[in-house]
Each structure stands twice: as C-alpha cells, then as structure tokens.
C-alpha cells in the first residue's frame, strides 16, 4: 500500500473512529467483506476501487446505520442499475466529468441525486466525489471521498441537542433513532 493509499484509509478511519467517540454505536453498523466490495464494483463495471471508498465500505457498506440516512448506500443498496439511473442523467446534461462511463456510484438518493466519482478519477486513493441532480448538474462537490464520507456522517451534536430539548420540553418517549447512540442516559 503507497503513502496516498495508507493516508486514504487512515483518514477515513479517522472519521469513522471521532463519531464513535462521540457517541456513536459502532455495534449497529456492518462493514462489507472485500469481496463483497469487489463485485458490488464489479456490478457497476468498475474493475479498481479507490482506496477511501474500499474503506468507507469495508467500515459502513452492509449497514449504515444512519451515515447517509434516507439514501440508497452500501454493497447492497447501490447496483449496475442504480448506475444505469445515474449514466441516464448524466445524458441529459452537457458532459462535465472526463469518464461518465466508467463512473462509480456512491449514493442514489430518491432516483433524481447521485453521489458518483468520475471515472477518469477511479486510480486516485481518495479522488473528488461529484453530485449529479438530475434536470440541474454534475458538479465536483466533495474534494476527496474522505470529505464526502463526513458530509455523510449522522450529525451527533445535533441528535444530542434534540435529545435534551425534548427530555426538556417533558417527553418521556425515546426517539426511535436513540438506540444509535451511547447517549441514551444523559
């Protein structure tokens, strides 16, 4: 493994490993085998996995937990036809990315909004993750899979704030989203 690819893969650790210590339950969520991660590539006609994405996935990629919540993601969520969804929209629009057809799919979100990385980008370690709204644009939106991996991340800052306000405001039912946390008796 190169310098670039071991800083890929640390970096996206790194990530995973500060939720946890905020409070995120690692238990709830499932990494995907390395095969599995091969031929859910494979599936999308993509023969090299880029070190982050390997990362992200063999971390997150059978359950997610709520890293993406409300999104298709994983080994299992994202196929060839998700990416056959995504390479339409991109047909509809002026070509911006250098390999459309070499693209991997990341993320479809609701069959208008797709999370992809170009291509001509799949060597990198860590390359640019693009967002791709269908009748808008393509536009490099995340500068690494790292920076994307924490875009996606659950805002735990947040679930802890709602989580007193309504402890505050006297609700005593727990949320159904706080099994996720380790903050449930705070």
Avoid: C
Wanted: charged share 25%; hydrophobic share 40%.
């Amino acid at each position: 493994m190169s310098i670039e690819e071991r800083s890929a893969a640390e970096e996206v650790r790194g990530i995973f490993e500060r939720a946890v210590s905020d409070g995120l339950r690692p238990e709830l969520m499932a990494g995907a085998t390395g095969e599995q991660v091969d031929a859910w590539a494979a599936d999308q006609d993509v023969h090299t996995v880029p070190t982050a994405v390997r990362e992200v996935l063999e971390l997150i990629g059978s359950n997610s937990g709520l890293w993406f919540a409300g999104s298709s993601f994983g080994v299992d969520a994202i196929s060839a036809e998700a990416k056959r969804h995504a390479l339409a929209t991109l047909g509809n629009m002026k070509p911006t990315l250098v390999d459309e057809a070499g693209i991997l799919v990341l993320v479809e979100h609701q069959g208008y909004e797709f999370h992809v990385i170009d291509g001509g980008d799949i060597g990198l370690p860590n390359p640019p993750v693009w967002l791709v709204v269908e009748n808008q644009s393509a536009v490099m939106h995340w500068p690494s899979v790292s920076d994307w991996f924490k875009f996606g991340q659950p805002n735990i800052k947040d679930y802890k704030f709602r989580l007193e306000f309504n402890r505050k405001r006297g609700r005593s039912t727990n949320p159904s989203w706080l099994h996720y946390f380790d903050f449930a008796a705070e």
